[in-house]
């Protein structure tokens, strides 16, 4: 009755320095791989390495799973491999990844050939192509990061794909960090240094009440502010 458990052993080959033996039974589809539990056995002179073998096959097996999937939990349930990995198939062999800044169209895939590059406007992470955010772009193919808009400039939609949709920003406004989605205006008491394109504080002397400006306003004749910064006409003494 044991004979149910295998009923064919083939030739032995050397898996990990140890001697292994494929088997199929009729009660499981897929091929099996199995680790002998000896240096050298004969089924055939020892009934009971029949026995053991047998033990061997329902215990200690891997299932070999079809191209394009994996077994990841060890219990012979195999699933197909994630976007931006492929397996070509063979005994325990997990999904390889496909190189930075590229995927796969979908699940399943049998072949490195079948990992293409993330086009322009999008970058690679985690294995997928994902859309640029706003204030950035992204003009390489193949890219696993985007590419910010420059200080000074905005920008305000998803995917871009070049650098022209960088918007400068119009005289009295400043985007003071790369990657800026708006342009701010420079607060009160304050100037757009446009050398600079930096808020800088008014100087003394000088008053900025209004948050549009290039240049602060100067106190009259014979007046002067304390410090620098000033906000309206009020601290001119």
Avoid at 12 to 35: D, F, H, W
Avoid at 72 to 82: A, S, T, V
Avoid at 160 to 179: F, H, M, N, R
Wanted: hydrophobic share 20%.
């Amino acid at each position: 009755k044991l004979h149910k458990y295998i009923t064919q052993v083939s030739v032995q080959s050397k898996i990990q320095g140890k001697n292994a033996k494929y088997t199929r039974g009729p009660r499981r589809k897929e091929k099996l791989y199995c680790v002998s539990v000896a240096e050298r056995m004969d089924i055939k002179m020892l009934p009971v390495l029949m026995f053991v073998l047998a033990l061997v096959a329902r215990t200690q097996c891997a299932t070999f799973c079809d191209a394009g999937k994996y077994d990841p939990n060890g219990d012979g349930k195999c699933i197909r491999c994630p976007r931006g990995t492929w397996r070509a198939g063979g005994p325990d062999e997990s999904c390889k990844d496909c190189k930075p800044g590229q995927t796969t169209d979908d699940l399943g895939s049998t072949k490195r050939s079948q990992c293409e590059d993330c086009p322009v406007g999008r970058y690679e992470d985690g294995g997928l192509c994902k859309i640029c955010p706003r204030g950035t772009f992204q003009d390489t193919p193949g890219s696993t990061s985007c590419t910010d808009c420059p200080v000074d400039h905005y920008q305000r939609f998803t995917g871009a794909t070049d650098s022209a949709s960088c918007i400068v920003c119009p005289d009295g406004k400043v985007a003071l960090t790369p990657g800026s989605i708006r342009c701010d205006r420079c607060p009160l008491g304050t100037y757009e240094d446009t050398s600079k394109h930096v808020c800088e504080d008014c100087p003394i002397g000088y008053y900025g009440d209004t948050s549009t400006k290039t240049v602060c306003k100067k106190c009259r004749d014979g007046l002067t502010t304390s410090d620098t910064g000033s906000k309206s006409s009020a601290d001119c003494i």
